[in-house]
């Protein structure tokens, strides 16, 4: 077969749309089809490996049908036991490479998860359709080129986005900016310094970067310059012309010198529950919207945005889908004993939202495995371009998580360690994820006891808490210099005005007290309500 770069060369785009992104012209029942027909291979594999007897309690299923009425919904906690101690002889197949991703603060550290080498494979597909798409200006438009000079800014090894580089590598001839054999030597900070570094005196056509990276350098473009960035452009000679017309444009246009003044670039590929919340600070400082993906480190890519940056599209061949429709997630949360029904893609409804249920291929681990995020179905089809599979946005995390910046996920339970290692003394708070000047941020309203307490003083503290017990929270500021975090002192008795507050409207027990995590604006309204009325 031959290679992309020789397909280019011999200009047979189509044959290399078709290769990486013919999937958007499936029917949903070719969709379905390849599902199907992958699960049942996926099933063989199971079958006959330990941690898939253990799974699935036994059973042999035949068909989708039995699967499903068979094998009991999981999470990672069923696949700890192995998966933390990189078990491969349990395994449905055996691994090239282990990557990790964030775990759940107080009960373990980090997700271990088996690459096999044709998960790996297919995955390369839809990195490459990605990369298409976010370039293309229409259906069937190839526009890359050998040698295109891609920005690689994404969370380094052991982290899954680390592997992207060397499956690129294996893809198509990109320059990246640094060369993997560089990267791999640098902490994540200094990859970003020296990728930049090697864009002014190269050139860059592509970005591809976590959306609180673009924006950060973003940012630091917009603050003008300085002596600092004057010593960095001046250092490399080649891109003195590229600056000198970068300024032109700046000073045209009455604004400070921003990325896109000096990078003409063809797309920009960004990955973390933020780019939506970050997507126009991107295109001001970059000249171009991010194209999304949704995808985890346990499934890779399951949707992408295509070239018309809207919705999302899922793939066919990267794991199973099965949906829990709201209303079965809402009975599962109120009796744990109960298990969700689910239905299948070709089965959803636009306008609802389901707890989206995953099934590996290709000899991956993970059997009707619960991600933990609810997604919403906004379409059956996408009618301006055609594409007859259902569209997706993501809505939320299920299980009281709050994400920031796609590096750090904190639970309940760290949050209150934080405040009581900060030694301040508290009579209630709440947490939650929310924007603050377009940047996403965990906002804590805090209850203090101490009257002399400012809300810096109690940020600093939790801050630096936070620091101590939660290592990819630590890392947003070593690699990125960010401190996510925002203090609202309310005034004595908020909390426990609202408690007498929601017992005098008839609230039962459950809810009488206001959500630790993520509680909603309304419950935030009724406590600063409060604390309007003591002033």
């Known amino acids: 077969m031959s290679t992309v770069h020789e397909l280019l060369r011999q200009g047979k785009t189509e044959e290399i749309w078709q290769k990486y992104c013919g999937w958007v012209d499936l029917s949903i029942e070719e969709f379905m089809d390849t599902q199907r027909h992958l699960l049942l291979e996926q099933l063989e594999l199971l079958s006959n490996c330990e941690l898939g007897r253990k799974i699935m309690r036994g059973a042999r299923p035949k068909t989708v049908d039995e699967f499903r009425q068979q094998v009991p919904l999981t ?199 933020d780019v939506s919340v970050l997507k126009h600070k991107i295109n001001y400082y970059w000249g171009k919207y991010p194209l999304e993906t949704y995808a985890s480190a346990e499934t890779g890519i399951i949707a992408l945005q295509t070239w018309d940056y809207g919705t999302l599209t899922f793939v066919p061949s990267v794991v199973f889908l099965e949906f829990i429709p709201e209303e079965e997630h809402l009975r599962g949360k109120e009796d744990p004993g109960y298990q969700p029904q689910t239905v299948l893609l070709n089965e959803v409804e636009a306008g609802q939202r389901y707890e989206l249920v995953v099934t590996s291929f290709f000899g991956e681990p993970f059997v009707r495995y619960r991600l933990g995020d609810m997604v919403e179905i906004t379409a059956l089809r996408n009618e301006r371009l055609n594409i007859d599979i259902p569209q997706m946005v993501f809505f939320a995390r299920v299980d009281g998580v709050i994400d920031i910046g796609g590096f750090t996920r904190l639970t309940e339970r760290v949050i209150w360690q934080a405040i009581e290692d900060a030694g301040i003394p508290c009579s209630g708070w709440t947490a939650r994820k929310e924007v603050v000047a377009k940047s996403p941020v965990l906002h804590i309203y805090f209850e203090s006891k101490d009257e002399n307490m400012t809300a810096d003083d109690v940020r600093f503290a939790i801050h630096n808490s936070l620091r101590q017990l939660h290592a990819p929270y630590a890392e947003l500021e070593d690699m990125l210099g960010l401190q996510p975090l925002k203090v609202t002192l309310l005034p004595q008795g908020a909390f426990a005005g609202y408690m007498l507050g929601q017992i005098a409207a008839g609230a039962d027990l459950a809810h009488i007290k206001p959500p630790q995590v993520n509680a909603s604006y309304g419950v935030i309204a009724k406590l600063l309500g409060r604390a309007t009325e003591m002033e």
């Open 75 to 273: 999470t990672y906690g069923d696949y700890l036991p192995y998966l933390a101690e990189q078990r491969e002889d349990v395994l449905p197949d055996k691994p090239i490479g282990w990557h990790r991703t964030t775990g759940r603060s107080g009960e373990y550290p980090f997700k271990w998860v088996p690459l096999t080498e044709r998960f790996e494979r297919e995955g390369r597909i839809y990195v490459m359709a990605w990369i298409i798409f976010c370039t293309c200006r229409e259906r069937g438009d190839i526009n890359i080129k050998e040698h295109d000079k891609l920005l690689y800014g994404m969370a380094p090894p052991p982290y899954a986005t680390g592997r992207m580089p060397y499956a690129l590598e294996n893809e198509f001839p990109f320059d990246l900016l640094p060369p993997t054999s560089v990267a791999e030597k640098l902490a994540f900070q200094e990859r970003i310094q020296a990728a930049f570094s090697l864009a002014l005196s190269r050139g860059m056509d592509i970005a591809f970067a976590i959306s609180s990276v673009l924006v950060a350098v973003g940012e630091q473009f917009s603050k003008g310059l300085n002596r600092a960035n004057l010593r960095t452009f001046l250092s490399h000679p080649r891109a003195w012309p590229r600056v000198a017309r970068g300024l032109i444009r700046s000073r045209l246009e009455r604004r400070p010198l921003l990325p896109r003044d000096l990078w003409n670039l063809k797309g920009v590929l960004s990955g973390g529950m």
